[in-house]
């Protein structure tokens, strides 16, 4: 029904800049939410940023004022602009998308923040 596919995880020094961009096929559904979580290892997923069809945006307080999340005009795709990183944003990053019944979940791209 849903299938997403991440891109634009990488390596960057600290204080830098990376965007995230993940793309939904979608079949006889409709999205009504997309986000970003990560996870660090030995650490559990976290939600890091979250964004309804009607707009409104919700982030974790540790990317506040350095992370945005958006999406495209079709709703069907979703970015995350991260700014000023830090060495504990490194994490593997996932997207996701919510329709009314269920969750899908992409196949994670890595974001490595080197001190």
């Known amino acids: 029904q849903v299938q997403l596919v991440e891109s634009g995880g990488g390596l960057v020094q600290s204080g830098g800049s990376l965007r995230l961009s993940c793309a939904a096929s979608?079949?006889?559904?409709?999205?009504?939410?997309m986000g970003w979580y990560r996870q660090a290892p030995g650490k559990e997923r976290e939600v890091v940023a979250t964004?309804?069809?009607?707009?409104?945006?919700n982030y974790a307080d540790s990317v506040k004022g350095r992370f945005t999340i958006s999406r495209g005009n079709t709703n069907n795709t979703v970015s995350l602009q991260m700014n000023t990183l830090k060495p504990e944003d490194t994490a593997v990053y996932y997207c996701?998308?919510?329709?009314?019944?269920?969750?899908?979940w992409g196949q994670g791209t890595q974001v490595t923040v080197s001190s």
């Open positions: 979608v079949t006889s559904v409709r999205i009504n939410a």
């Open positions: 996701n998308a919510d329709t009314w019944s269920a969750r899908f």
């Open positions: 964004i309804i069809s009607g707009g409104s945006t």
